[in-house]
């Protein structure tokens, strides 16, 4: 309240009632946060290493860019997860097509920026993977308050590098709470090395030729629109229709094939596609 609306307040009102919400920021009590520290070049083989650890829950991974959100969401499809992005340059129909699914349960991993931090009714979410730490504490707060709602319990794991300390220290402070390490197991990590490598080079080749959302070559320009409303998993991810996250999907583009979409494979001993 302003000064001058206290002033107001105090010639125009007798005895008024005041009622405040209290301003301070913090989590629920049935949300347990955890963090996984690790070098920055593995930040992307640690966070693969924890879906595959948390596979079969509903799972929401926030990152700070649009390039981020789209690359790891054909990285974790090229390693056979169910996994959708949501972020501003996909299409309208696109974005509403990923979200439904993922509410549905359809696909269990949505590939997410801040865009899907607030304002979106997503009853059931079980971790909250926060792929890159944002800047605002107030934006991490919102982030992990996806799930833990209702009064249901929920899971929430920071993916932590060197030089990410400070701020994660920031938003300890501002919740009140200390994060608990994440137990992962590094043998475990270590095996897939050398498939997540692979899937990340494939997914840079992918978003090269299509570029974010699907919108980067001419072809796709000149396309049709229908392509855009297709409740086609390829399309949602913002691969153009028919097209393959595959080597084998993309030789098969070149001789007028359609090619597998998605990959199948599988990432440790469990099978992950949904």
């Known amino acids: 309240m302003t000064s001058k609306v206290a002033k107001l307040q105090r010639a125009s009102l007798a005895n008024p009632v005041r009622v405040e919400v209290s301003s301070k920021y913090t989590t629920v009590d049935t949300l347990k946060q955890h963090y996984i520290l690790c070098p920055f070049a593995q930040k ?8 595959n650890d948390t596979s079969g829950n509903s799972t929401i991974i926030f990152t700070s860019t649009v390039h ?37 349960g359809g696909r269990n991993v949505l590939v ?9 009714d997503i009853p059931a979410v079980d971790i909250v993977i926060n792929y890159s730490i944002p800047t605002n504490s107030k934006d991490y707060i919102h982030r992990v308050g996806r799930t833990a709602r209702a ?18 220290q920031r938003i300890e402070s501002v919740i009140g ?3 608990i390490d994440y137990p992962l197991d590094p043998d475990g990590v270590g095996a ?3 498939r997540v490598s692979e899937a990340c ?3 840079a080749v992918e978003i090269r ?23 086609d998993d390829v399309v949602q991810a913002g691969v153009p229709g028919g097209g393959s996250n595959s080597r084998g999907g993309r030789r098969g583009r070149g001789r007028g094939g359609g090619g597998r979409g998605g990959g199948g494979g599988r990432t440790g001993n469990k099978k992950s596609r949904q």
């Open 44 to 51: 992307d083989l640690h966070l693969i290493a924890l879906v």
């Open 68 to 104: 981020d959100a789209q690359r790891i969401s054909i990285v974790l499809r090229l390693l056979g997860f169910g996994a959708v992005p949501l972020h501003g340059q996909l299409s309208q129909s696109a974005r509403l097509g990923a979200l439904n699914k993922f509410k549905a």
């Open 112 to 120: 997410a920026t801040d865009v899907a931090s607030r304002g979106l």
């Open 151 to 168: 009064g249901r319990s929920g899971k929430s794991i920071t993916i932590v590098t060197q030089y990410d300390i400070e701020l994660i």
């Open 177 to 179: 709470k200390k994060m």
């Open 192 to 194: 897939l090395e050398e």
């Open 201 to 203: 080079r494939e997914a």
């Open 209 to 231: 030729e299509n570029g974010v959302g699907g919108k980067g070559g001419k072809r796709k320009r000149e396309g049709s629109r229908d392509d855009m409303d297709r409740d």
